[in-house]
């Protein structure tokens, strides 16, 4: 028991003696900084004085810090979306859009609105402006817009935000209030930025497979577009600048004079190779006015935020509707090339107004194939009956052949000769297939860009343990497969029934074209696939109702021999 008392004793007086030396010092060391000072005293001999102007100028630099309001977060219920915007410059911190399903906009640290930028001396892009909100919470209904306020201060300047809210629509109103409440003018560098990551891969999947792909922005009625998101800097006069994707837009559309478009990257994109470790690179549009006030004064100026599907008629109320790409058409240089949109647009009304009357957007899509198809008729009767006649001049033509094997001109003048003789155009099949090339073209562009088919059914039968059954989703593949291989089976018999007018060896190679078509369609949107495959249906029924007449004509001189 002595033994165990001892040593409880020794190690009590240890622990007294470990915390003396290793805790009690922490109060002392405030005291000892005098020590250093002098401890020091051969090299300050001379900074002596001017280090007590370095210890005031500490303090008068974190002046600023100290108003600084705490970060509070507002919540804002719409019918179309769900947002959270911060204090911190009104910037989101979440945007969620209720089209259907539920479709996020802003990815923190990623993807969304960095809030408003002030630069009270004009130079430099400045800081974020921490505000105040007004309301903890908004709600939207009825048809009137509801509004948040954010009002702060920075450096001489009285700064005020109103967010407005449209109950019916994806677009935000930022209405901008800046006072200079100094003795002087001044001139202020205001900027509002939407920033996205320049490389996404390596991250899950948070979007719906909808990361911003490029910039577009509209300059004096053109609209322009950059699909490389490391380019250059650039600062230009325009009427409003996006991040573009296929199905979605995020867009700053100025409403006052006096903004400029501003694009921007910064940081380097990240590398696959590297397994996503070197830092990604971001790139950046936004909207920037630098106006000059005079004391006492106040400017104004008004910035339309859309976040939003890209539906072309909600575009179109913007002006936004140049953002849609339909690509365009390639012609010879000297003719330019021929805007799709003067087609696809069409198309993409006519599909819409469809889909008012059946209510299915697959059953619109068949229909639209249904009436092409009837327009382009007797242009497709025209062509599959010159290339039956040139498929019946082809022994012909292979008699020419093996006549003038080694006299290619002889060949040729003799081959046109056959061919004016029997009234026939050589061109006369491809010609009418080539006028529905830009239509069909423009069909297949209008279903690729339309976000109307996101998550539209044509024949859902349900889910099985997580499984779609058949096509849940137009804007999706056919996770069945069952439709490309149907396009591939009816593309198969359309070219088996289709006249061959060239080497009956060119016409074998042909038949793998279908193989090849059903494993570029296999993760396709269905919608597509829906429409190719209606095509090729329409094609065979169109081939067959042709050779009625020769089938039947066939039967009658079999029935006359049979009777001789």
Same mark, same amino acid.
């Given at each position: ?24 010092? *922490? ?283 890209? *539906?072309?008629?909600?575009? &179109? ?103 004016? &003789? ?29 976000? *109307? ?42 070219? &088996? ?68």
């Amino acid at each position: 028991m002595e033994k165990r008392a001892i040593l409880a004793a020794v190690l009590m007086a240890a622990v007294f003696i470990v915390y003396q030396m290793f805790f009690f010092p *922490e109060s002392p060391v405030p005291q000892k900084p005098p020590a250093p000072t002098a401890a020091q005293s051969p090299a300050p001999t001379t900074p002596a004085p001017s280090a007590p102007p370095a210890t005031p100028a500490a303090p008068t630099a974190r002046a600023p810090q100290t108003p600084r309001p705490p970060q509070r977060l507002s919540t804002v219920e719409a019918p179309l979306y769900r947002t959270v915007v911060s204090s911190e410059g009104g910037k989101f911190q979440e945007l969620v859009l209720r089209y259907r399903g539920e479709k996020p906009m802003v990815i923190v640290g990623d993807l969304g609105p960095e809030g408003l930028f002030v630069a009270p001396d004009g130079i430099g892009p400045g800081k974020v402006v921490s505000m105040n909100v007004d309301k903890d919470a908004v709600t939207v209904t009825g048809d009137k817009p509801a509004e948040l306020v954010l009002t702060g201060e920075s450096d001489g300047l009285r700064i005020r935000e109103t967010l407005r809210f449209h109950p019916d629509g994806y677009a935000i109103d930022a209405l901008l209030r800046v006072e200079n409440t100094s003795g002087a003018s001044r001139t202020v560098a205001l900027s509002l930025p939407w920033f996205t990551r320049q490389a996404w891969h390596g991250l899950p999947e948070k979007f719906q497979g909808q990361h911003p792909t490029e910039i577009v922005w509209s300059s004096h009625g053109s609209v322009n577009r950059i699909d490389d998101l490391s380019a250059s800097s650039s600062s230009v006069d325009g009427d409003w600048v996006a991040l573009d994707s296929v199905w979605y837009l995020a867009a700053l559309l100025p409403k006052s004079p006096g903004f400029k478009l501003v694009i921007a990257t910064e940081g380097k994109v990240a590398d696959a190779k590297n397994g996503d470790k070197t830092p990604a690179g971001r790139a950046t549009v936004a909207v920037k006015a630098t106006p000059t006030i005079a004391s006492g004064q106040a400017w104004e100026g008004n910035v339309v935020l859309y976040a939003g599907p890209k *539906e072309h008629e909600r575009l &179109k109320a913007l002006g936004l509707e140049g953002a849609i790409n339909f690509g365009g058409f390639p012609l010879p240089r000297k003719w330019g090339g021929l805007p799709m949109e003067w087609l696809g647009v069409p198309i993409l009304l006519l599909m819409n107004w469809t889909y008012k009357h059946v209510g299915n957007y697959g059953v619109a899509i068949i229909l639209l194939t249904v009436v092409s198809k009837v327009l382009f008729y007797p242009l497709t009767v025209k062509s599959m009956r010159s290339m039956k006649a040139m498929q019946a001049l082809q022994p012909q033509v292979n008699a020419l052949r093996s006549k003038y094997q080694k006299d290619p001109q002889s060949l040729q003048r003799e081959t046109l000769a056959l061919y004016k &003789k029997q009234r026939v155009n050589p061109m006369g099949g491809c010609l009418p297939m080539i006028a529905q090339v830009p239509i069909f073209y423009a069909l297949y562009l209008a279903l690729s860009v339309s976000v *109307e088919l996101q998550g539209s059914p044509f024949l859902c039968f349900g889910r099985v343990f997580g499984f779609d059954l058949w096509i849940c989703d137009l804007a999706a593949h056919d996770p069945t497969y069952v439709l490309p291989v149907l396009m591939g089976i009816t593309m198969f018999m359309q070219q &088996k029934m289709t006249p061959t007018m060239g080497d009956p060896r060119q016409a074998k190679m042909m038949l793998f074209m279908p193989i090849i078509f059903t494993f570029m369609f296999l993760n396709l949107p269905s919608g597509l696939v829906l429409y190719w495959t209606v095509s090729n249906v329409l094609q065979i029924l169109q081939q067959k109702l042709m050779d009625r007449p020769a089938r039947s004509r066939a039967t009658r001189e079999a029935k006359d021999a049979g009777r001789a």
